[in-house]
Structure formats: structure tokens, C-alpha cells
């Protein structure tokens, strides 16, 4: 396990804790679906908050979530990411077909700008080849944030999401 350093509104004692769960039957799932639900204002009407919809994404063993929780509190996720298996409908820019997708990330509010999403990232670059979606509209933080870090522009979908490609540097 390693630490995140907090924001400036945590103190050092609450340091972060990094959790990996890569089984769906995993006692901390409903704990980073909560958080997943409160981030993104789901009510359990789509498969993005249905519990159901996770465990089966977890049962490909490329797909885990990461999950940052303060180290006194380590059921109380503060951010996570979920990276599943994807097949693209057609190849990608640089040619593959499949491969591993951020299907959702979020920080919980009071933990934005404390470099929670750049660590759990961080903790990707073993992945070759890594794919993330998000609506430039909905979510402008999270446009400036990958668009800074070179992240490249992939492809633009009928609903305004656009899948970008991680550069091989990060």
C-alpha cells in the first residue's frame, strides 16, 4: 500500500491509503459504489450504479478498481478509478482493437486538486495501451485535466463523449 499526500483541508494524519479490488465478490465494493453514486449523481436506474453491473465487469481478470481511503478510515474510499476490458467498435488511431478502458474515475469534492486522480493513474503505467471517456460538457475538469497531461483525442460519440488515448510517456 502507498500514500497520498492530502489537500490542504486534511490534515498529514489523514493520509491516504491506496486499495486495489480485483475480485467481484470483494467486501469494499458497495463502499466505492457509494462514492462512485455520490460523485456522479447515479441512483442505481443505469448500469453505472448498479452493483450487479460491477461485480460482472470485475469478473474479467484484467478489469480492478483502485480506490484512495484515508488510512485511519480505509472503508471511506475518497476517489477511485474502474478499469475494464473494452473492445473498441473499430480499431483505435494506433491500430488496436481492445484493450484496458477507465470506465469511470471520480474524487470525492472535498479531495479535488489533492492529485488523488494523478496518483491512481500513476498506478496504470504498466498499461500499455489505455483508453478514458469523458463529456468535455459535463465534466470541463476533467477535459483540462487530460488534455494537459497529452492525453491524445481518440474519437467523438453522437452524445458529446470523447475517448482519449494515454501517450506512451505517461
Not at 484512495?68 to 488511431?93: G, Q
Request: proline fraction near 7%; charge should be positive.
Amino acid at each position: 500500500m502507498t500514500t497520498s499526500t492530502p489537500t490542504a483541508t486534511h490534515t498529514p494524519q489523514a493520509l491516504l491509503q491506496l486499495h486495489k479490488i480485483d475480485h467481484p465478490d470483494d467486501e469494499s465494493i458497495p463502499n466505492v459504489l457509494a462514492l462512485s453514486n455520490a460523485v456522479f449523481a447515479f441512483d442505481g436506474s443505469t448500469k453505472h450504479g448498479l452493483i450487479s453491473y460491477w461485480r460482472d465487469c470485475l469478473s474479467h481478470p484484467s478489469s480492478f478498481i483502485l480506490y484512495l481511503a484515508p488510512e485511519a478510515e480505509p472503508t471511506r474510499p475518497v476517489a477511485f478509478l474502474f478499469v475494464i476490458w473494452r473492445k473498441y467498435d473499430s480499431p483505435l488511431k494506433n491500430g488496436i482493437a481492445e484493450g484496458q478502458h477507465v470506465w469511470l474515475a471520480g474524487v470525492a469534492a472535498e479531495w479535488r486538486q489533492g492529485g488523488c486522480l494523478a496518483r491512481m493513474v500513476h498506478e496504470l503505467r504498466h498499461i500499455d495501451k489505455l483508453t478514458i471517456c469523458t463529456h468535455p460538457r459535463r465534466f470541463p475538469q476533467m477535459w483540462n485535466w487530460l488534455t494537459r497531461r497529452g492525453w491524445k483525442q481518440e474519437r467523438e460519440f453522437e452524445d458529446g463523449k470523447v475517448m482519449f488515448t494515454r501517450p506512451a510517456q505517461i
